[in-house]
């Protein structure tokens, strides 16, 4: 039996978004969509086993969230007969795991099942992908799995979006581009710093149990630096404190079976009281510089999630109330359909 035609108010109600269902107002020259109905959505299939290869004058495959970074796509396999293919210019989306990350397709590929490709003359791939990002609760708060969480093509389909004409659509993503930008490139440096945390500290104890720590203090004191010798870790003539970090350090190994056998190298009873104290204050201002980091990437993290909240809601300064209104584009798009 043939597929029912709908008419075009059938096509228009199935393509907009009923205003109960609208999570915040829009400008009066946009409206809510579906984003199925402002372009096409290619689902993955993965290609047959005996299509694959390892020859790179053939079709890439992107098959998963593996595939995808930031700004690029990793292609491990190729396929010498494609099943869905995506297109230069498309948005190629995660449909498992990390649901909605989206890379910018730069030529044509094989979609395995774990991704999906957008394309649309209506919507600019810019703005879509960074409507994907702020409407990730949408995705997931549809997703399935208990192990390994996914969404279907319907969700995806249905998936509601602010539709603004598409000057405006350049406009914001060109206002995000920038902003997000800067925001990530704060954000990544101080992950950064967070990276090196463990090297720092044991930098620092390393430091202190070999003597660099207290060279200053030495030269003050009028010591020298052979005033170091060799004792069992074991023995009484080690500060405890002093013994803790030796303990913690390079200069101990966890292979001596007896531990308080083994022969290292300590300095006077005042200076392992001084390494000791010195060792404390450093590390606790190492901790101090990772809780303001950490408070530092929640600050970035509340401020594009607002930048991003006040673009899809036209707050952002640029819409253009004389652009024609979208939802007449939207009607003359479905007409032609």
């Known amino acids: 039996m043939a597929k029912k035609q709908l008419t075009l108010e059938e096509k228009i109600q199935n393509a907009l978004v009923p205003e109960e269902e609208q999570p915040f107002e829009v400008p009066e020259n946009w409206c809510w969509a579906r984003l199925g109905s402002v372009g096409s959505i290619i689902l993955g299939q993965y290609p047959k086993r005996e299509d694959a290869t390892d020859d790179d004058t053939f079709i890439p495959v992107i098959s998963s969230i593996a595939d995808l970074d930031d700004n690029s796509l990793t292609v491990k396999k190729y396929t010498k007969a494609a099943t869905k293919v995506s297109q230069t210019g498309d948005l190629i989306i995660s449909m498992k795991n990390n649901i909605g990350e989206s890379v910018l397709a730069d030529r044509e590929y094989c979609l395995g099942r774990g991704v999906a490709a957008f394309r649309s003359d209506l919507i600019d791939i810019s703005y879509a992908r ?17 192990t390994t969480l996914q969404i279907a093509g319907k969700v995806l389909q249905n998936m509601p979006i602010p539709f603004p004409p598409m000057g405006e659509q350049k406009r914001i993503a060109s206002v995000l581009e920038s902003s997000c930008a800067d925001l990530d490139r704060a954000k990544e ?57 030796l303990k913690q350090s390079q200069c101990v190994g966890t292979q001596s079976e007896n531990m308080q056998d083994l022969q290292v190298s300590v300095p006077t009873l005042s200076e392992q009281q001084e390494i000791a104290s010195m060792i404390r204050n450093l590390l606790v201002k190492e901790n101090t510089v990772i809780t303001n980091c950490q ?19 036209g707050e952002m300064g640029t819409n253009d109330t004389a652009e024609e209104s979208t939802l007449k584009l939207l009607q003359e798009a479905l007409q032609n359909q």
């Open 130 to 146: 960074y409507l994907l990002s702020n409407f990730k609760d949408y995705l997931y708060e549809n997703a399935t799995g208990s």
């Open 189 to 245: 440096l101080i992950e950064k710093v967070l990276g090196g945390t463990e090297i720092r500290k044991k930098s620092i104890i390393n430091g202190g149990v070999t003597g660099k720590l207290t060279a200053f203090w030495r030269k003050i004191k009028g010591i020298s630096r052979d005033s170091w010798c060799t004792k069992p870790l074991g023995s009484s003539d080690i500060h405890e404190s002093f013994g803790k970090w």
């Open 295 to 313: 408070s530092v990437l929640r600050t970035i993290d509340i401020i594009k999630k607002s930048i991003l909240a006040r673009a899809f809601r």
